[in-house]
């Protein structure tokens, strides 16, 4: 990129004692987030986090870009996608390359949508407004997670795209389903049920860190009636089932994507639940360190399923190629996660846009190259390795 970006700014953290601290630390000083809005030109989307890293205050992009543990799991997310090779067919005579596709009814104009992420003020002062934006300009679909920054109303009436809420179950059943009837009210399309954080994960870099959330970034949807931030941490629902499936079903009255499945046992437990859709995922590594990567399942997955619902994969989609080899491998479209984080902080919506712009333009060139017109096609690619 040739733009200059300032000095890395640092942050006095507050003293959360075992990794991410939700409750906002009102005696912090003032977050400096990015505040930038502008188009982003990069060579690709690696270079972004280097950037990013520069714009975002230092304990912040470590909270957005760390795992777990020795963060083996987070690496091993993008090391799958570097195994497995594309089958390239030259005398197809297909040259003009279509990405748009479409996810439980919704159609996109890429099968790359914005993957649930909390606390988007960290990175940027329109946090996911801005994210909201910049996803129904490139023509996608945003998640907006239960902790983000904004309300989940707020962030419905940020952009006009299509929109799913992901939800985490908390212990206070009377609270999931205000959540849950809020989201359908707000005019949300599905909601992603997340399964894989009965606890958080030992994530070393915000403990070391001491992280807390600066009060600019606290999740609007967990005030109480005093304008208090609930305990977060403590309220999760450390116990969920197929009946944790059920309950979301019934309360929310929109289809459910059961979010953080990585087997096949685990697949079928939640289609026989009544999931609409499965996301393949470990939490970006942020989760269980030495887990394999989500890549790396997909096609047990995608074989228990055999097609019965949508999958989509989320966890070190870098690259167009990455995203080429996904749908190859049973994926119907992947989520993007940090990237749209380093682009939010480095230009606002126009980052975002220009984040997701990129993607679809190396996607077009790989189908190009590897003769699949369209994104059906892609999926009858063979993979070496």
Partial sequence: MTATFPARPGWAQGGAATGANYTADASAPPWRSGSAERPLQPVNLLELEEAAARVIPAAG?????????????????????????????????????????????????????????????????????????????????????????????????????????????????????????????????????????????????????????????????FLDAAGRLRPIERAFQPRLDADSIAFVRRHGGLPVVVKGIATAEDALLALDAGAAAIQVSNHGGRQLDGAPAAFTVLPEVAAAVQGRVPLILDGGIRRGADVFKALASGADVVALGRPVLYGLALGGWQGVQSVFQHLEDELRTVMQLAGAATVADIRRTRLYG
């Fill in 61 to 221: 992009f470590d909270y957005i870009a760390g795992g777990a543990g020795d963060e083996w799991t987070l690496r091993e997310n993008r090391a799958a996608f570097e195994r497995r090779q594309i089958v390239q067919r030259v005398l197809t005579g297909k040259v003009v390359a279509d990405t748009a596709t479409e996810i439980l009814g919704t159609p996109i104009a890429l099968p790359t949508i914005v993957a649930p992420m909390g606390g988007q003020a960290i990175a940027h002062v329109s946090a996911e407004a801005g994210t909201a934006r910049g996803a129904a300009a490139a023509g996608t679909l945003h998640t907006v997670s239960t902790v983000a920054t904004l309300s989940l109303e707020d962030a419905a009436r940020a952009a006009d795209g299509p929109k799913w809420f992901q939800i985490y179950l908390t212990r206070d059943d009377g609270f999931n389903a205000e959540l849950l009837q809020r989201a359908r009210a707000a005019g949300y399309g599905a909601i992603v049920l997340t399964v894989d954080v009965p606890i958080v994960g030992n994530r070393e870099r915000d403990r070391r860190n001491g992280f807390v959330y600066p009060p600019a970034a606290a999740p609007r949807n």
